[in-house]
């Protein structure tokens, strides 16, 4: 069976930075591109970013509402997912979700984690 | 960025009575490969979202077969053949044709009368 379990989330004060990981089981991690969804209290779904496997050399994409503050990485060893939030802003407040990519960039994503709220306040 | 509109907002439905929602895309999501990147998701109340449709019209593993998509180019529709108590949610379509970014609607609640 596919999980995955986010954690990390928390309340941070503006400016700061926060950790993110996304355990993964039930499937070959390696294979799969991995991506980062987040959903703001209240509001409907916004992409966060991609980090793409080995065989395309881990390569990232990200939302511009996020490019050059958010950096996402991963450890096939340990079958995790991990997103660095940095400069973090009000705005950012939102469930952080991390999910599979089916099919590579023209896919979907067929497998959810549940989620961790990031509020980011002073 | 590929903007992705739904309609309605959202939607109350007698149970066992059909629902419909739309979807439309600002640019075409048909690839030169021939496949059409537009799914659909239902997010069910304090869960995270789930894939229910993919290429516009093929159920995902589990999914009741009371749900259907169709559509072409820009504009898709998914239906609801007789709403169920358990289809509460909020469902949203989705674009990967122009990635990135992906980019998702803005959802259709529904509920139920």
């Known amino acids: 069976e596919v999980q995955l379990a986010e954690s990390g989330g928390g309340l941070v004060q503006p400016g700061g930075s926060l950790r993110l990981s996304c355990a993964a089981s039930?499937?070959?991690?390696?294979?799969?591109?991995m991506d980062w969804v987040r959903q703001a209290p209240g509001k409907g779904l916004e992409w966060v970013g991609r980090?793409?496997?080995?065989?395309?050399?881990?390569?990232?994409e990200y939302a511009a509402s996020v490019k050059g503050r958010f950096i996402i990485s991963r450890d096939d060893s340990k079958n995790s997912l991990y997103l660095q939030m940095n400069s973090l802003k009000t705005e950012d407040t939102a469930v952080y979700y991390c999910?599979?990519?089916?099919?590579?960039?023209?896919?979907?994503?067929?497998?959810w984690g549940q989620g961790t709220l990031v509020t980011v306040s002073s | 960025d590929i903007v992705m509109t739904q309609t309605p907002l959202s939607l109350s439905v007698t149970p066992g009575q059909p629902a419909s929602i739309s979807c439309k895309s600002s640019?075409?999501?048909?690839?030169?490969?021939?496949?059409?990147?537009l799914y659909w998701y239902l997010q069910k109340p304090g869960q995270p979202p789930r894939l229910l449709i993919y290429?516009?019209?093929n159920r995902f593993s589990g999914v009741p077969d009371r749900f259907s998509g169709s559509g072409s180019g820009t504009d898709f529709t998914l239906r609801i053949s007789r709403v169920e108590a358990e289809d509460v949610g909020v469902y949203y379509c989705?674009?990967?044709?122009?990635?990135?970014?992906?980019?998702f609607g803005g959802g259709t609640k529904v509920e139920i009368k």
């Open positions: 999910a599979r990519v089916r099919w590579g960039d023209y896919g979907h994503f067929d497998y």
């Open positions: 039930g499937f070959t991690f390696s294979d799969h591109y």
């Open positions: 640019q075409s999501l048909l690839h030169s490969d021939g496949k059409t990147h």
């Open positions: 290429e516009v019209s």
């Open positions: 989705m674009q990967s044709i122009q990635f990135p970014p992906l980019t």
């Open positions: 980090t793409r496997n080995k065989g395309r050399s881990y390569t990232t």
